[in-house]
């Protein structure tokens, strides 16, 4: 039993039986996939059945990091530098809300794309192996990563599917 794993490519040129295709392999437990396509369409990431990105918690904890920083921020400026003027206390919260909440937004907003680009894996200082330039143009890619002794199976079942070809991806 060979347990090496390797990437399996099959090219599609249309876009129902390319997303068919991918529910079958989804369907029959093969949910390392990679997609390759000339445009983004809904009917992929449907038939992919992603789970929720895990952006939007970077956006929570920068959002909560920058409401927490400028909190912190102006309340020990304040203390460090009173100024008191008519009575009033040192550490009042209502002005200081200006203050937190553009620090809100902004570690949020640096937060999102930090996070965005850890989760696409950016930068890309090389193409992935098993991308054909036709990917670009018109046709759709599906990399299957099995077991070295499935190979011949996944093949099969992605000419069956309606592949034009079917190949390793490292060819």
Do not use: W
Not at 93 to 104: D, K, R, S, Y
Not at 128 to 151: I, K, M, Q, T, W
């Amino acid at each position: 039993m060979n347990r090496e794993t390797v990437q399996i490519l099959g090219i599609f040129a249309h876009l129902d039986i390319f997303t068919q295709a991918i529910r079958e392999m989804r369907r029959l437990g093969y949910n390392n996939l990679t997609v390759f396509s000339p445009v983004p369409r809904h009917e992929i990431e449907e038939a992919l059945e992603g789970e929720k990105s895990p952006v939007r918690l970077f956006t929570l904890s920068g959002g909560i990091l920058g409401g927490l920083t400028g909190l912190i921020l102006t309340i020990a400026t304040s203390l460090h530098y009173p100024m008191i003027t008519g009575g009033k206390p040192i550490v009042s919260i209502v002005p200081f809300l200006v203050i937190v909440f553009e620090l809100t937004i902004l570690f949020g907003a640096l937060a999102t794309i930090l996070g965005m680009l850890i989760n696409i894996r950016l930068p890309r200082l090389r193409l992935r192996p098993g991308y054909d330039p036709r990917f670009s143009e018109d046709r759709f890619g599906l990399g299957v990563r099995c077991a070295g002794d499935e190979v011949q199976r996944v093949q099969d079942f992605l000419r069956r599917a309606g592949a034009e070809e079917v190949r390793h991806a490292g060819d």
